[in-house]
Structure formats: C-alpha cells, structure tokens
C-alpha cells in the first residue's frame, strides 16, 4: 500500500479557474506536509508547507490540512497556464524525521 | 538560505562505464543530504540518504553506491552501469526540522 496517494491526473482546468489538488496519506502520527511542484525537466520546488489542521495561504496558493480525515490539499486559484506542471504531495512521518514521502504527482494543466 | 549544485546536469554513458555524480550544498552546516532517482514519467525513489560524515544509508539494494566525505558534499557512484540506471538523478538537502530542497538534477542516460 503506498503511504502517500495522488491522483495522477492530467487534471485540467481553464485559465483563472481554482485548480484543486488532492492527496491522502496512510500514517495517522504524520506531522508536517508539503507541497512541491516540479515543471517538466526541472526538479521540484517548494510551494508551501503546512504543519497545522486548516488552511494556509500564500498569494494564490492555499494548503488545507485535516489531519483526522488524512489528506493534504492544494488550492490554486486565478490557475495560469504557467501553472502547468506536475505538483508531488510530501509527508514527513515526525517532525524532524530523516524521510520524507513523496506521492507520485499530478499533472496539471492550464488552458489558455 | 541554503543552495544545492550538482554535476554534470547531463550525461551520456554506455553500459559498462562507472559513474561519478557530485553535489555540494552551500548555506547550511550539517545538512541531511539524499540521492533520488527519477525515471521518465514516474515518481522520486529514494536511493541513499545521509546524515553526517561518512554515514550512509541504502534504501534500494543495486549496483549504486554513495559516499559523503565533506559534511557538504554528497557523491554518488557505480562501477558498471545499467540500462535501468537511466533517470533523472536528484540530490536534495534538509537542514533543521522541515523542508527538504532539491537540487537541479543531472540527467543520466545509459546507451
């Protein structure tokens, strides 16, 4: 059973529509939670971190966290084609462990 | 904060030939430091990961080793390549309690 799910995709969306990413994680006692995003060619980049139930927002970018339900979200909104990339779903068991889980991404893309 | 470097960014290998990767980080002391190999198309496997001097971790047993002689320094290697051994090859930092970093890659393939 992989620890950390994702839906594949390609998830598609219009430009200026909320892109909504998904990912569940099977270790209840998991702590801190990331989101990367990782363009074509490219190694990923750090997005956003959360570490909380509820949401964080950062510009157009909000994480969302439930902890009881176990999964971790990624909200994008005003998406722009320069959005399209493939986001990985990360999860670190306890705060300060030596991994970090990755899911295996979605592609997003954004139609102009 | 904290900048990861590898070399080469690409490289063309034939089946048989060792492999040298390197990765230095700067911005940071102390640094958990990991191989992740990416195939075309997939997901990160995690290959080695490190947590001081000379200390190492294996997570996929293959004909990869890795070595940590400096605290920022990272270095993976193999005596004889595979096809299989083709990928993306990512090295990747975490100082402090949270976030990993990556680096920019090297792209390996093997003929």
């Known amino acids: 059973q992989k620890e950390v799910e994702q839906n594949s995709g390609p998830l598609s969306v219009p430009e200026g529509a909320i892109a909504s990413l998904n990912c569940t994680y099977s270790d209840r006692v998991s702590q801190s939670f990331f989101w990367y995003r990782q363009y074509s060619g490219k190694s990923p980049e750090l997005i956003m971190s959360i570490y909380s139930n509820g949401d964080k927002e950062d510009g157009r970018f909000t994480a969302q966290l439930n902890k009881a339900s176990q999964y971790v979200s990624l909200l994008i909104r005003d998406s722009q084609p320069s959005d399209s990339a493939t986001y990985l779903c990360a999860v670190m068991p306890y705060t300060g462990g030596f991994k970090t889980i990755f899911g295996a991404g979605t592609r997003l893309f954004v139609k102009a | ?43 990160l496997q995690l290959l080695f990961y490190s947590v001081g001097i000379g200390q190492i971790s294996s997570e996929v047993p293959q004909n990869l080793s890795a070595s940590r002689p400096q605290d920022r320094q990272f270095i993976l290697s193999s005596k004889k390549l595979l096809l299989s051994d083709s990928g993306f090859y990512l090295c990747a930092s975490k100082s402090g309690v949270h976030e990993q970093f990556f680096g920019p890659g090297t792209r390996l393939t093997v003929l």
């Open chain 2, 1 to 43: 904060s904290q900048t990861i470097h590898q070399w080469p960014a690409t490289l063309v290998q034939p089946v048989g030939s060792p492999l040298s990767l390197e990765c230095t980080v700067e911005g940071t002391s102390n640094p958990n430091l990991y191989w992740y190999r990416q195939a075309a198309g997939r997901g």
